[in-house]
């Protein structure tokens, strides 16, 4: 199946520093969903983004689908960014059912 | 529009024992995932719906495990003989199926199992 794989695994930032976290898929994706994983566990929707590029307020992101990754942008962090970032794909062969296979996540640690 | 909700948000039994969670997805999504969530792991899927139909179960979903939607609405997720390596976050999640983005998936708050 698919593999996804998520770099880095920890990052520690000072707050009002940017980042920029990668994920590498290892197929043709249909979908594409980036999550910001708060400290109870909810998942929160970022993007939806299978191929190009997509903008809300500090956070962006560039998905190049010919080369199978996925990069998130975070501008001048904040505390409250911090937590664990997971990207998340269908692939092609997936018949279509929808269902995601996530990476390894991104901790992020942004200090005041 | 109200997000995914599940329930119970967190439940502790003992080895043994049978659980049942609950997922009511978005309205008119007529798509519903189940994933489960050790620590430090990200989601793994378990199982899907299109309506009532259930399409795909994972090979993580054993015999003790199963899946109902039964009105194509909310869905439950029961563990018979509960083990402590049943011990996870049990995601709930919905996408629209028939109006793009299609497969755009949200989550609920998950349900925390603990297994004593």
């Known amino acids: 199946g698919i593999q996804v794989e998520q770099s880095p695994p920890d990052l520690i930032l000072q707050e009002g520093a940017n980042s920029t976290l990668r994920c590498n898929f290892s197929?043709?994706?249909?979908?594409l969903q980036w999550f910001h994983q708060n400290p109870w566990g909810q998942l929160i929707n970022l993007f939806y983004?299978?191929?190009g590029t997509k903008q809300n307020g500090r956070l962006s992101a560039t998905t190049v689908a010919t080369e199978r990754y996925s990069l998130l942008y975070i501008s001048s962090s904040q505390t409250t960014d911090s937590g664990v970032y997971f990207c998340?794909?269908?692939?092609?062969?997936?018949?279509?059912?929808?269902?995601?296979?996530f990476g390894q996540g991104t901790t992020l640690q942004v200090k005041p | 529009d109200t997000g995914v909700s599940q329930n119970p948000r967190h439940k502790i039994t003992k080895r043994g024992q049978n659980v049942t969670f609950r997922c009511d997805p978005i309205?008119?999504?007529?798509?519903l995932y189940w994933y489960r969530q050790t620590l430090g792991q990200g989601p793994e899927f378990l199982t899907y719906?299109?309506?009532?139909?259930?399409?795909?179960k994972s090979r993580l979903l054993s015999d003790r495990f199963s899946a109902e939607r039964p009105k194509g609405s909310f869905s439950t997720l029961e563990i018979q003989r509960t083990e402590q390596g049943d011990s996870a976050m049990y995601l709930c999640?919905?996408?629209?199926?028939?109006?793009?983005?299609?497969?755009?998936?949200?989550f609920g708050p998950g349900t925390r199992l603990t297994v004593l």
């Open positions: 999640a919905s996408s629209p199926g028939w109006s793009p983005p299609y497969n755009e998936q949200f």
């Open positions: 197929d043709s994706v249909n979908n």
């Open positions: 983004i299978p191929s």
């Open positions: 998340a794909v269908e692939g092609e062969g997936s018949s279509n059912t929808g269902k995601l296979i």
């Open positions: 309205s008119e999504h007529n798509r």
């Open positions: 719906f299109q309506n009532e139909a259930q399409l795909e």
